[in-house]
């Protein structure tokens, strides 16, 4: 089978496993934002913040270099493997020293203790760490799709038994923490990958050599990607935090999950390419094609039905949170286009350039959302919105030169999936206008059948042989007119 095709097999898989799981989250934030408010949300983000941030430096690259490395799979696991575990346990032990800082920093003077068990997440989780690492690096996203569906399973069951029960904001921290030990099992489970008591002293340095451009790139992404929560933590309290979190689940379980199933896949596909000598160029180019074409129309579909949506999902005491949401779909809109330039560096050895340019987007974007702070947290997703719109042409350029691509070829992947989309939400949001007497779920159920519609056909009519080349790749069996 062919690397087109074989990664196609997986970004199903990984889609599959992926977004089940964040239906899954989905559904059950929906049931919680009616038995919790959103000051006892905000008490978890807080701390979820500062874990992200800890996780994005604790394995320093080793999961990314495992998928990486060429050859010497064994060892190279088992170097991987090593370097969590010891992670983990320092994780852990530095949060529980440092937990009162932390709640300090974020103003949640009664947060310290969350901080403190949330810690015990750190362990659990890298102990999967490496068997994650090795279905990224065989392309085997299928033994994920249990783990994946355990963890948002288990955790959205033990939250909403909890809060059922009265326990507000603790529910869902031993929620997140059933949830990770859960997966990190059933991994084991999945991936017979079983450590050893050998320790690869001449792995170590390369690996850690290559994961440490992967470190400085995580880390300022996480900047750029998570900052937003950081300062509205930090400025505007946690109830706005947890209106802020809330409304950016939306376009994470339903936009941003596809770009981080794409991700996923990318990177060791890429990785495969590259190393048998072929040019990236087409692959970029064609998958350019497909996240736009699945990613575009949803995220401006958000846009347009922030407000129904919210009322759906959430609750009409979560109605604050629309605005917030339709700036942060357009965001999501923004981050659909560049994502996988990012996958290219990673696979041709450039982390460090991919570093850089994550350090200019950093440098751009926390002043922005620092002055969006001064109003609400509204301003905040806008900010992140116009800042993202300027760091996305700056990945655009970067990726044309490396890979030896013309802007105009890049823009030719993503612009008939942006005119489509900007074709369908004008009837859409002519209907929402109309129909604002409606029940809210037959409002998002209209529009849905009048934006696909509408987008479908005129995608159609830009990129003809779209759909011929996504049967090809997606569809055994089916021939292409031309290689992709």
């Known amino acids: ?145 249990v783990p994946d569906l355990a963890f948002a399973g288990l955790k959205a069951v033990v939250s909403i038994v909890l809060a059922y029960l009265g326990y507000g904001a603790w529910s869902l921290v031993w929620g997140q923490i059933a949830g990770v030990g859960a997966r990190t099992l059933l991994l084991w489970i999945a991936v017979p990958w079983r450590p050893s008591f050998t320790y690869p002293r001449e792995l170590m340095k390369p690996m850690l050599g290559y994961g440490r451009g992967i470190v400085l790139a995580n880390i300022l992404g996480a900047i750029t990607h998570h900052a937003d929560l950081a300062i509205v933590g930090r400025f505007l309290g946690t109830t706005a935090l947890g209106l802020y979190q809330m409304a950016s689940k939306v376009p994470e379980t339903s936009v941003i999950v596809i770009l981080w199933v794409v991700g996923r896949v990318l990177f060791p596909a890429f990785s495969r390419i590259h190393a048998q000598g072929e040019s990236l160029k087409r692959p970029y180019l064609t998958a350019g094609r497909y996240i736009s074409a699945a990613t575009m129309p949803i995220a401006i579909g958000l846009f347009v039905l922030a407000e129904p949506v919210v009322l759906v999902f959430l609750g009409e005491q ?74 996305t042409m700056i990945t655009l350029v970067a990726a044309s030169r490396i890979i030896g691509v013309k802007l105009s070829e890049i823009a030719g992947s993503f612009l008939p999936s942006i005119v489509a989309s900007a074709a369908m939400a004008v009837p859409v949001k002519l209907f929402i206008e109309w129909a604002d007497h409606l029940n809210p779920v037959l409002q998002i159920a209209i529009s849905g059948v009048i934006g696909a519609t509408v987008y479908a056909i005129v995608l159609a009519l830009l990129d003809r042989d779209l759909f011929q080349r996504a049967r090809h790749h997606f569809l055994p069996g089916t021939p292409s007119k031309r290689a992709v």
């Open 1 to 145: 089978m062919s690397v087109g095709r074989t990664t196609a097999r997986a970004a199903i898989w990984a889609f599959l496993a992926t977004a089940g799981s964040k239906v899954i989250t989905l559904v059950g934030l929906g049931v919680l934002a009616r038995l919790l408010a959103p000051t006892e949300f905000g008490l978890l983000a807080f701390a979820l913040v500062y874990i992200t941030y800890a996780e994005t430096i604790g394995d320093l690259g080793s999961g990314m270099a495992l998928v990486y490395w060429p050859d010497r799979r064994e060892e190279a696991a088992q170097a991987t493997f090593l370097i969590n575990l010891f992670a983990g346990i320092f994780w852990f032990l530095l949060t529980l020293a440092i937990a009162p800082w932390v709640a300090d920093f974020f103003n949640a003077t009664n947060g310290a203790n969350i901080v403190r068990v949330l810690a015990i997440s750190f362990v659990l989780k890298f102990l999967g760490n490496t068997h994650d690492a090795l279905t990224q690096k065989d392309l085997k996203f299928r033994k994920r799709m």
């Open 318 to 391: 979560w109605l604050a949170a629309a605005p917030i949401l339709s700036a942060l779909s357009l965001y999501a809109a923004m981050r659909c286009l560049s994502t996988h330039a990012g996958d290219v560096l990673k696979a041709t050895g450039r982390a460090s350039l991919l570093a850089r340019i994550s350090m200019v987007k950093a440098l751009l974007i926390v002043p922005a959302l620092a002055i969006g702070a001064m109003v609400d947290a509204t301003m905040v997703a806008i900010a992140l919105t116009i800042a993202a719109a300027v760091t």
